[in-house]
């Protein structure tokens, strides 16, 4: 059994503050975003998939611009140009795979 309370959090970017949980082929997050804070654009080689838990993200991937809010789902496709903008505080889960050996703490 793993504990969330017991994941230690990471802040990656300014206002995105994440506990991680890497199995063999995927990595998950458990993200606490504050209200205003930027995903700058960037894309990776892992495929993603997002859920917006609590709150409103405005989530662009490609040329597709939404505002996601509590239980919306996004898949964003390896490689493909993706960012945002929290529109209130947000928690979201992402699923990606392969892992992300650059969030391993």
């Not at 082929?25 to 892992?46: D, Q, R, S, Y």
């Not at 496709?77 to 990606?96: E, M, Q, V, W, Y």
């Amino acid at each position: 059994m793993i504990k969330i309370s017991e994941i230690p959090k990471k802040e990656i970017i300014k206002g995105f503050e994440a506990q991680f949980i890497h199995t063999e082929h995927t990595t998950l997050g458990i993200w606490e975003v504050k209200k205003g804070a930027i995903l700058p654009m960037h894309n990776h080689f892992h495929e993603q998939i997002t859920q917006v838990l609590e709150g409103q993200f405005e989530l662009t991937i490609g040329e597709n611009t939404a505002i996601f809010e509590n239980g919306d789902l996004a898949v964003i496709p390896s490689n493909i140009i993706h960012g945002g903008r929290a529109l209130t505080d947000c928690k979201i889960f992402d699923i990606f795979s392969p892992v992300r050996e650059d969030y391993k703490i």
